[in-house]
């Protein structure tokens, strides 16, 4: 006697075998290929001539510690994020705001913040984007208003360590100040840009998408699928920043602390670490950038940029740094346009060096192209399939590019 299991077994035997499924062609996105286009560009700016051989190897010699810590900084959040540090801190703000829209934002804004400061803008752009979205989902509450958060701090909320901005660095580098000494400088003019952007972000986004009553169910508390990773990687991000505190070498503190991580996975989930982990778009995309921008500066770059920055002093010549900054940023993108105008700007002038700097880090908003961590999330809201109002967001952005430029120049002569 067959049973009904016999006939549904006897029927997948003689069904045709399926088709087989087609190969997806893999191809490469439109930011490695950018990337490509400028290592190779600048690679042959330095071989042919364009750049000197000696200013070819003094840039070279300036970003192998760039390079350095972007690339292990780079894996110590992705790590970071594998291990489920960033979903609790999202999910324990969503229960610490105990249902109330406005706390929420004030836990979205505190977190992209720290974020930024302390790991830096591309990790916030590329690793909070999605935990804040996926939170939205969770909450079943609009995603714009937490997507437009961490763009905006991602950029504006990296002025007061040189860790949270790969100009910073340079402009540490250029200022010849310490990261406590320069975090004390800028302290005024992040608190300022943090205030502005805090508040155009509540009236232009949150108050307009917040649910009936002001009020949304919070979630279940999340527990990290591994406590021991966990664990290992809170205690490297925190090392890293006892190490940044203590002044040693970014790049050094960066390593050890990747180190640690690196060394949790190997036990914990070794399967994890491959070597897609590594930041290669990035590392190239650095690199090519300032092989470029400095034969652009011999050739006509640096005439057009101190045109633009004129040779005014004082709070005139602050401000107009600070909008050339910006105005460059958005016209191109935010690090040539600080290596752009740190070439022509004198290695004493810290007050409108540090000007061109917010510029730099405050405005670029308004384009999408105007700082890598914004092409990267709108990159990710894309893959989330989010969609933020393009028309709200490019005016949005402008009206925050503008007014949070001029505050936080406008903080920084208050200190000068």
């Known amino acids: 006697m067959r049973t009904w299991s016999d006939v549904k077994l006897a029927a997948v035997a003689d069904a045709p075998p399926a088709p087989p499924e087609p190969t997806r062609r893999w191809r490469p996105h439109p930011l490695d290929l950018v990337a490509v286009v400028l290592a190779v560009v600048g690679a042959a700016c330095a071989l042919s001539g364009l750049l000197p051989r000696a200013e070819t190897t003094a840039t070279v010699h300036r970003i192998l510690p760039l390079l350095l810590f972007l690339g292990t900084v780079i894996v110590l959040a992705e790590l970071t994020a594998v291990a ?30 720290v974020t930024t400061l302390v790991l830096n803008l591309d990790t916030t752009a590329v690793l909070l984007t999605p935990v804040l ?11 714009a208003p937490l997507a437009v958060t961490t763009v905006w701090l991602a950029n504006t909320a990296s002025l007061l360590l040189p860790v949270s901005n790969l100009t910073n660095l340079l402009a540490a580098d250029r200022v010849g100040l310490s990261p406590l000494a320069y975090a004390e400088r800028m302290a005024l003019p992040q608190l300022a840009a943090v205030a502005v952007t805090m508040a ?28 021991v990773l ?5 205690a490297g991000c925190l090392l890293f920043v006892a190490g940044i505190v203590a002044g040693v070498e970014i790049g050094l503190a960066s390593t050890v602390a990747l180190a ?30 300032f092989l470029v921008v400095q034969t652009l500066g011999r050739h006509g770059l640096d005439d057009l940029v101190g045109n633009l920055l004129g040779a005014d002093g004082g709070a005139l010549g ?42 730099t880090n405050v405005g670029p908003l308004a384009a999408p192209w105007a700082s890598l961590a914004t092409l990267l999330w709108f990159e990710r809201c894309r893959a989330a399939g989010v969609r933020v109002p393009v028309t709200r967001f490019v005016v949005t952005s402008t009206v925050l590019a503008v007014t949070g430029t001029l505050a936080a120049v406008g903080a920084l002569l208050l200190i000068s």
């Open 133 to 143: 979205l996926a939170l939205a989902r969770n909450l079943r509450v609009p995603a």
């Open 318 to 359: 602050a401000l107009r740094a600070g909008g050339t900054g910006a105005l460059l940023s958005n016209a191109v993108n935010n690090l040539p346009a600080y290596l752009a105008g740190e070439s022509v700007l004198p290695a004493g002038d810290h007050t409108r060096l540090l000007a061109l700097l917010i510029g």
């Open 230 to 234: 966990h664990r290992t990687a809170l």
């Open 84 to 113: 489920g540090v960033f979903d609790v801190l999202a999910s324990r703000l969503a229960i610490a705001a105990r249902g109330r829209w406005a706390a929420l934002f004030l836990l979205c804004g505190g977190l992209a913040t």
């Open 200 to 227: 155009l972000l509540w009236y232009a986004w949150w108050r307009r998408e917040r649910p009936v009553g002001g009020r949304f169910v919070a979630p279940a508390r999340h527990v990290p699928a591994d406590p």
């Open 260 to 289: 640690l991580v690196l060394l949790g996975f190997v036990v914990r989930s070794p399967a994890t670490l491959r070597p897609g982990l590594v930041p290669v778009r990035l590392l190239l995309f650095v690199t090519g950038l």
